[in-house]
């Protein structure tokens, strides 16, 4: 007993202690992850096989710019910990595998080999290597079940400095811009909020939670499908564009009168 006090109140003791337990807290952590990685994987396409699946189609397409494991490359970062949503928008709005390399990727019609499929497998795979975002539950994702006044508050505070009040996108600093979001789906858009694609912001479950993602997912398809009072949205860009049509139009209708009342009362005389 003399002995183990002793070594109690050693200087070293406390660092010993100390080292033992990280050896423990990480023996423990990297057990818990061997074993969630196929529970992910499987959330994200429905069954562990698919990995394998979307291994092989990652290695095909997608290896040359992103590495052979999703470590990256000089050409392409690395996916690890990106998770299936990631994937999941990136490829089915056809963004990857990408074309050619610029300030950003645009929107483009999917590849021949692109599917749902192929998508869901190499969003597995994806997954399988470090978790992160998963694909949202259509409930997630239900315009019908949210609320679009709610919804419309948080886009005038989160988005509106970047996609226009109606979603409609713009111009950005370096070659970048918000793209229009009328193309985008309600998964889509949820994915893009979870994942930060490009020069957009990630808005996780803290800063926005799930019901509010789903409100603003609600707006957003609102809006969408108004029509306008004027017949004639002019890209729905803002007060700028309208400002300058209807100054054109006026200075030429102003133009164009004149010359005609001119070219009338000569023909008079």
């Known amino acids: 007993m003399t002995r183990i006090t002793a070594w109690r109140r050693h200087p070293l003791a406390r660092y010993a202690v100390l080292i033992l337990a990280l050896a423990l807290v990480g023996t423990a952590y990297a057990t818990f992850v061997q074993v969630s990685r196929p529970a992910d994987a499987a959330l994200a396409s429905g069954k562990v096989d698919d990995v394998a699946r979307g291994k092989s189609l990652f ?13 990256g490359t000089s050409t392409g970062p690395t996916l690890i910990g990106v998770g299936a949503a990631s994937v999941d928008f990136q490829m089915s709005t056809g963004r990857m ?18 599917d749902s499929d192929s998508i869901s497998d190499i969003a597995a795979y994806v997954q399988s290597l470090g978790g992160g975002p998963t694909v949202p539950s259509g409930d997630q994702v239900d315009p019908a079940l949210g609320d679009a006044a709610k919804g419309g508050e948080l886009f005038r505070a989160n988005c509106i400095q970047c996609h226009n009040w109606a979603g409609a996108g713009g111009a950005l600093t370096r070659g970048k811009y918000a793209p229009n979001l009328n193309e985008s789906s309600p998964t889509q858009i949820y994915e893009a909020m979870v994942t930060g694609p490009q020069a957009m912001p990630v808005f996780n479950d803290t800063t926005i939670t799930p019901e509010e993602k789903r409100n603003m997912i609600a707006y957003i398809v609102q809006v969408r499908e108004q029509t306008d009072p004027g017949g004639f949205a002019l890209g729905r860009i803002g007060p700028v564009t309208e400002g300058l049509v209807a100054w054109v139009v006026g200075i030429l209708a102003l133009v164009l009168a004149a010359i005609w009342i001119t070219a009338k009362k000569r023909q008079k005389s």
């Open 97 to 114: 595998p990408a074309a050619n390399p610029g300030a950003q990727v645009p929107r483009k019609p999917l590849p021949e080999w692109v």
């Open 59 to 71: 290695q095909a397409h997608c290896a040359s710019c992103h590495g052979l494991n999703a470590e």
